[in-house]
């Protein structure tokens, strides 16, 4: 802040030095004028000059000290209050600007809110027509019309249902339900959702579970597996997914493990980002790159860990690792 302060006045201080050099020169010249006193009275000066600036910065750069620590956050409660007219100016423009700003981001959020709101409901509102083309489907006699009219139908509830989900991620904190959940059940519904396109792709299904509950909130916990397994089935072709149990060093891991064609190495430290669809089959249109992406944010609440670990045409295994009973009294009152 002294450089900036020094760099703001150096017209000032380069004018003060141009005036006791032009003493010291008129003294020169003029001989009833004292060279000597001269040089005393620009040694006063200067003296006086270094006394003034130190003042001056303590009392001018409060102001602009607390600006450069404000964290922009459009609280101006720690800002100093301005003394100076030039300061007040500051002031004013930099109040004008943040309700300005406040006002526009209070706009836009209700904004967004609505538009959250709307498309929620017509998700849920396209759910009905959903449900009852599921029903149609089931009364389809040709098995090939059929199948195939049932992963299509699929396509379109997983699709949906990640909109739903990715939507209400933000405020999943204020859903969550912390309870014991059986993995059985939960699994076998989600396998269930997926039986036709498991039929259609002649994939199957070994499950071991040695620990059969775990302490999470079971709705979002369906999201995240049913993440997992579609991501096993679609990138599986005629082999079974392993799913397994066990305890950990304290920890429940529930492991999923498929014989499909892989990760790519270099895809590896991005699986989880937004968007990404794979380096390798990048030409893939039916893969949006939201599914492990949603299903790592909403582990995050829940403080669940996803590992994974895959050979490239070998297979790929996700471990969901869950947190210790204790670990939940940051979010529960359990």
Not at 270 to 280: A, E, L, P
Request: glycine share 2%; charged share 25%.
């Amino acid at each position: 802040m002294i450089k900036k302060y020094i760099m703001e006045r150096k017209s000032w201080i380069f004018f003060f030095l141009f005036m006791q050099l032009f003493i010291l020169f008129v003294s020169y010249l003029d001989a009833a004028i004292s060279l000597q006193s001269a040089f005393y009275i620009v040694f006063l000066l200067t003296i006086m000059l270094i006394l003034f600036v130190i003042v001056r910065y303590k009392k001018e750069t409060k102001f602009y000290k607390s600006l450069e620590e404000w964290e922009s956050d459009l609280d101006l409660s720690n800002v100093l209050h301005a003394e100076s007219p030039f300061e007040k100016m500051v002031e004013s423009t930099l109040v004008n600007q943040t309700n300005l700003l406040k006002q526009s981001a209070w706009e836009n959020r209700v904004s967004l809110e609505e538009e959250k709101d709307e498309l929620l409901s017509w998700i849920h509102e396209v759910k009905t027509p959903l449900t009852a083309m599921h029903l149609i489907i089931e009364r389809v006699e040709e098995e090939k019309i059929k199948s195939q009219l049932s992963y299509e139908w699929l396509r379109i509830h997983m699709l949906l249902d990640q909109q739903l989900h990715q939507k209400r991620i933000p405020f999943m904190e204020n859903d969550l339900y912390i309870e014991h959940v059986e993995l059985e059940p939960l699994i076998f519904k989600e396998i269930k959702a997926l039986q036709s396109w498991c039929m259609q792709k002649g994939i199957g299904f070994d499950i071991e579970l040695e620990v059969s509950s775990v302490l999470s909130d079971a709705k979002w916990l369906s999201f995240i597996i049913r993440q997992i397994l579609t991501n096993a089935v679609k990138y599986s072709e005629s082999s079974d997914i392993v799913i397994k149990s066990s305890m950990q060093k304290g920890h429940v891991q529930l492991e999923i493990r498929d014989f499909g064609r892989g990760i790519d190495p270099k895809d590896l430290p991005r699986i989880f980002d937004k968007g990404f669809t794979s380096t390798k089959a990048h030409q893939d249109q039916a893969a949006t790159g939201m599914g492990l992406y949603l299903a790592k944010k909403a582990a995050e609440p829940l403080l669940i860990d996803i590992d994974v670990q895959s050979q490239l045409h070998e297979g790929t295994t996700f471990t969901i690792t869950f947190p210790e009973k204790n670990e939940f009294v940051r979010i529960t009152g359990m």
